[in-house]
């Protein structure tokens, strides 16, 4: 769900006026206690562990620390405009994830003028009425608070949570728990980026050839524990070193691209398609006999036989040379193997004039023939 901002604000309040850092003894004793919660919270925190899991670990520890029953993480994405529900206590998850704020590029500013730090006060806003009129009415909250998440000054998140009657978090624990969050953000998204620069290529955002082979060894080695059949298809295109002999490398990247976009759009969700080598891409169909895989490799075939890319005011008109070949669950064949065999069958379609289909099976039957 995609909330309707409303600018009617009247009436409505929002708590943004920080506690006095003068602390009582009981005050100091709520601080220790929503430290140590923080720092058990803290702890749980992996890497490894999916972003929406390690925020759900920290929201535990500030609903422990503080005593908030209520909160909600909302993630904010520069490249989408949009605020995006993604952790939280005392909601039904789906309700949360279902919410989507897009945001204007002043109302960004907006909220992190709302991120205060050095403890001093200030007066209600009206975008702190707007805002806290949005998610009131939204989750159903009777008293709203807001929390922007920032790093160096680049708006990360926000924290909405109900603030009860009887007890008032401590200013200093909502400090730390900001840059606890907003630290936790970066460096759970800066992981991911160098674990997907680990299996990604990085020009077409395809597979690697590394992550491709580890795939096909574990795909192979399901494929003879329950003698299912297993297909790989091996796609060379067609002239490419003439694209780059002509229009200059950078063209041939940017050729390679589009091309890679337009395969990665014809596979299915449990398939894996890769850039093998330059422009040779090589794909994984599990539990897909030779017949299904042919269909699929005549549709690439034909689909980028009809596909046009403009460079330089030129049209170029792609070909490919596809090898396909099948493990029927019963052979005793390795990944080298597999895949040697539908390099063969690639080479097999390059020999017979490009721009076409084989199988290894073919090939092998006319192997035998001639010999």
């Known amino acids: 769900m995609t909330i309707k901002k409303n600018n009617n604000t009247q009436g409505l309040k929002i708590q943004s006026k920080p506690i006095s850092t003068k602390l009582s003894q009981s005050g100091t004793k709520s601080l220790n206690h929503g430290l140590l919660s ?4 803290s702890a ?9 899991a390690l925020l759900k670990a920290i929201l535990r520890g500030l609903k422990s620390g503080t005593g908030i029953t209520k909160a909600a993480i909302f993630l904010y994405e520069e490249s989408t405009d949009m605020l995006t529900g993604t952790a939280s206590v005392g909601f039904a998850e789906k309700r949360i994830q279902d919410l989507k704020i897009n945001l204007q590029s002043e109302e960004v500013n907006d909220l992190l003028r709302l991120h205060n730090l050095n403890g001093m006060e200030k007066e209600n806003t009206p975008i702190q009425n707007y805002w806290a009129q949005t998610f009131q009415s939204e989750l159903g909250l009777k008293s709203v608070q807001i929390l922007p998440l920032e790093l160096r000054d680049h708006l990360l998140g926000l924290l909405v949570f109900e603030k009860s009657e009887s007890f008032l978090p401590l200013h200093e624990i909502l400090i730390i728990f900001s840059r606890q969050t907003s630290l936790t953000i970066e460096n759970a998204r800066l992981f991911a980026k160098v674990e997907e620069m680990a299996v990604r290529d990085t020009l077409t955002g395809l597979y690697n050839r590394r992550y491709f082979q580890q795939i096909l060894d574990y795909e192979l080695n399901r494929a003879k524990r329950y003698q299912q059949p297993l297909s790989i298809i091996f796609i060379d295109l067609d002239h490419f070193k003439e694209v780059n002999d002509k229009f200059g490398h950078s063209m041939g990247d940017i050729f390679l691209k589009q091309i890679s976009q ?3 759009g014809m596979f299915r969700t449990t ?8 422009d040779e891409f090589v794909a994984i169909l599990p539990a897909t006999l030779q017949e299904g895989a042919m269909i699929l490799a005549h549709r690439i075939q034909e689909t980028l036989g009809d596909y046009q890319i403009m460079v330089r005011g030129t049209t170029l008109q792609v070909s490919v040379s596809i090898g396909v070949d099948t493990y029927e ?3 005793g064949i390795g990944g080298i193997t597999f895949i040697d065999r539908a390099d063969k069958a690639m080479y097999e379609a390059k020999a017979h004039g490009r721009n076409c289909v084989r199988n290894y099976q073919e090939v092998e039957e006319t192997l035998i023939k001639q010999g």
Do not use: I, M
């Open 38 to 41: 923080l720092y058990h919270a």
């Open 44 to 52: 749980e925190l992996q890497l490894t562990k999916p972003l929406p």
């Open 262 to 264: 337009k395969l990665s």
């Open 271 to 278: 398939d894996l398609v890769a850039r093998y080598a330059g």
């Open 329 to 331: 669950g019963n052979e």
